[in-house]
């Protein structure tokens, strides 16, 4: 028997956001956990494990999950929906903090956030003995887990858009990921996020929730 149990895993990105720090991380799709491990531990803060277009499962994420503990990245997982099973299965694993896709709505970032969260905050199912607590190890952790969790949405939609502010505001949700591929289609430029007038409109959305204090994020292959 183990005299001294280890403690919940402390959320570095989501603290790091939270106080205005840059992040800056990399998206990863090749379902690699060789891959995984490289890139987990080459000076990014975090990784994004892609499952929304990409063609990773769980068994998949474990692995990868496991092979970035040695780095200095925090991993981040997006679900292929904004779905309480598909997100239950990746806190499960391990994962504190998730990148919901296509959130359009008070009501759909009101729904992410609760299947993060364990009753009666939210609707996650309880698990006691997941990877999530090392397979029950950790003391108090189904006390713990909710303020450990960062939940990260998605504007991509001029829909989105429009209530920008309203959905940054929702309780539990740390900040605002602008998807420039979809949102792009959505202005009727499919395939060109690079136009002025989806530019512009990422850039104003920026400026919106700068003025309300919620982070923002953006995926680029521009490096300036």
Sequence with gaps: VRDNMPEIQTNDFKRAIAQGKLQIGLWSSLCSNIA??????????WILLDTEHSPNEIPDLVSQLQAVQR?????????AWND??????????GVQTLLFPYVQSVEEA??????????????????VAARASRYGRVQGY?????????????????????????????????????GPS?????????????????????????????????????????ED
């Design 84 to 93: 309480a099973v598909l997100a239950k299965r990746a806190l499960d694993i």
């Design 110 to 127: 009101k729904r992410a956030v609760a299947s993060t969260r364990y009753p009666p905050q939210g609707i996650r199912g309880v698990s």
């Design 36 to 45: 995984a491990e490289v890139i987990s531990d080459s000076g990014f803060d």
């Design 142 to 178: 189904l006390t713990k887990a909710n303020d450990e969790i960062c939940v990260l949405v998605q504007v991509e939609t001029r829909t989105a858009l429009d209530q920008l502010e309203a959905i940054a505001r929702v309780e539990g949700v740390d900040g605002i990921f602008i």
């Design 71 to 79: 780095g200095t990245a925090t991993p981040i997982i997006r679900p």
């Design 182 to 222: 979809d949102l792009a289609a959505s202005l009727g430029r499919l395939g060109n996020p690079q136009h002025a007038g989806v530019q512009s409109a990422m850039q104003d959305a920026v400026k919106r929730l700068k003025a309300i204090g919620k982070p923002a994020g953006i995926l680029t292959s521009n």
